[in-house]
Each structure stands twice: as C-alpha cells, then as structure tokens.
C-alpha cells in the first residue's frame, strides 16, 4: 500500500512538472560592490523560469548558479518577514510575492535596491535611516497608572480602529518609493507614521499625545504630499494614506477617535 | 590590492547627491510650535476660496457684458469704485500669493537638500512674493481713476 502511495506522489508530481511551461528571463540586476565599483551599474541575466514562481527564486538560481557574488536579503520567501524590498520594473515590491508572469517576463525585468537609503551592496542597503525614524515615533506601548494585575482587555471595536496598521512589516517599501523621503531622508516617512498609527489609536495606549506631538514636527505627517506611492507599494495592502490623514486629522482636533 | 577606506556608499535614485542619515533626535528634541499645522489648513482653505474668487473674476472678465471685449482702463476704475470688488481682488491678490509661496517653499525643500542653496531660493522667493504684494495692494488702495491712460 505505502508503494502504492509513493508511485502515485511520483506519478502527479511527473505530470504536474510536464505541465508547467519553463521560460527563459532577462533579469536586469543593478549591481554595486563598493570594494571595486565606482558606481552602481546593470548586468544582465538570463535563467529559466516557471512563469508562476516568483522572482526572489530567479535571484536564486542566479546565486546559486551564476554569480554566488550576488547579494541580496531574504528570510522567510513567504512575504512575512519583510526583508526582501526591491524595485522591481520600477516599483517597489516584495521579491517573494512579485511573480514573474506578472512582469512581463518577454522584456528583461529590473531588479534595484530601494531607493533613498544607501547602498552597501547590490541590492542591500543600511536601513538604519529607517530604523531611526521607526525608534523616533515610540513604537511601543505606553501605559501610566498602576500595573493591572491580568492582561489589557479591549472590546473589538477598539481593536478595529487600527487593526489595518498593525499588519506592517517593516520592509521599508512605502518609505522608499516616497518622494518627500527621496528628497532628503528627513521626513519621518509613512512606516514610522504607521507605525505611530497603531499605538495612537489603541484604545490601551496613553501615550497619543506624546506621539502626535513628534509627528508635528517640521519634518512629520504635514510634508506629506498625499501621493498615495505608499499605499500603492505596500506588500500588505495597508491603506498607508488613510492613515497618516487620521493622524494630521487627530493633531487638528486634538482627538483620538 | 587597495581598499576604498573613504568610499561614500552611493544614495540609491539620487545620484550625486551626498548622503545624509536623519539627524538624531532625542525624546523632546523635537521641533515645537504649530507652524506646519497651520499652512496645512492655510492652504486648504485658501485652495477653496481661490476656487470661487478666481472662477468668480474669470466669469465676469471673460463672459458677463459682452467678454473680454469691455475690459479696459474705464471698465478697472469702475469697479474698484466700489470697496467690494477692491475687496475681492485684495484677497485674490493675498490668498493667491501666499498660497503660491507656500507652496514654492514646500517645493524648495523636497528638491533643494543643501542648506544654503535652500536658504538663497527662498529669500528670492519670499523677496518677490512680498513685493508683489505690496505693490499690487498699493494700486488697489491708491488707485486714482482721475490719470487718464
Ligand atoms: S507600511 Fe507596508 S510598505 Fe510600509 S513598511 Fe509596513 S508593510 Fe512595508
Ligand atoms: S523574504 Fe520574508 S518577506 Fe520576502
């Protein structure tokens, strides 16, 4: 029976792979290695790919079979961990969820590093800029008044006012694909003011004001020039724009609702 | 071999232009005052306005008593004869410049990142701007329809 079994999975498994139409990809890698290069330039590669799978496999193939000098970051391959930013054909994406069908896989496809941070190598950049802004807004809960003795209960109601906000990754491609953050790398950027969001309207949190207060600064939620890039780059389809209007609009009312 | 020890990493998508990390701030180092607030909602309220003086003063230029046709130096006088268009086209000229310059400056700091190249666009800026409009509200207080043109 267990022979069976195994004769089956081998059987679909043959079948399933004729089925798959393999294509060969020009993937246009802009590479940098700050130990030789003056400045970032494109190379080419070709590889064959399943139409299906994503570009972060491609990346592989090519690390794997090509050039193992190529570097790039990547953890988890499912979209969870966020490290795996680039721009792709120009936008900002997740190679683990870009697939190559939808790139138009017949013209060569681009793969840079996101933009506005430095670059250290290929594709990796110091996201410490990032990291800085997303320290700035106090991303942790902030709870006067005495200590309860059992957990924070909230109603779900209260947990739905910002629940959109709290599915962020960090993968810095709303920030990167903003042009107010291009400009100088002052702008606290739509990740940190997101990340504000979350903590600003959580109905357990006392620490609003406080927030709201760094995000009036110069350099906060008014340079914000609603081009909805954000929204539009992020991996996990939070409504980034809608966001930082609540928070402009709570720092004109002076109220969290 | 020779290492790059002072090699600047590249800004990615800004080429030439020198890196510059967020400058630290510690908790309470932060810019107070409402300034940005305030030219946040200066600008959408004067935005509304504008939409209603200028379609306003378009309609009655271009279309009202026979159209552009009618405009000319009696046509002016006559209408600043009266303190209500005087006052219309002053908040035109007012909200419209400071909406402008508002707006150039919010330009000038997303595309200017030296500090001194920020620094001399926007004296340039707000030079014209206050200049413009303390000429235009010159002629419109001191306007003296008796000089013929
Ligand atoms: S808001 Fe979206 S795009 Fe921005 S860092 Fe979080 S997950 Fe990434
Ligand atoms: S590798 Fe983890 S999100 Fe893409």
Redesign the pocket.
Known sequence: MSTATVQEHVETSASGKAGIEMMTITVRIRRYNPEVDAAPHWVDYQVTADPTARI?DSLHKIKWEQDGSLTFR???????????AMRINGKNR????ALVKDLNPTKPITVEPIQGLPVLKDLVVDMEPFFQAYRDVKPFLIAHGNEPTRERIQSQKDRDRFDDTTKC?L?AACTTSCPVFWADGQYFGPAAIVNAHRFIFDSRDDGANERLEILNDREGVWRCRTTFNCTEACPRGIQITQAIAEVKRALITRRVI | MSTHVSLEPPRTGNPGRSQRYRSRKGPGKVTRGNFELYSWLFMRASGVLLVFLVLGHLFIMMVTDGGVEKIGFAFVAGRWASPWWQFWDLMQLWLAMIHGTNGMRTVINDYADKDRTRAILKGLLYTAAVLTVALGTLVIFTFDPSIKG
């Open positions: 972060l990547r953890s988890c391959a499912h979209g969870v961990c966020g490290s795996d997740l190679a683990c969820k990754i993968c």
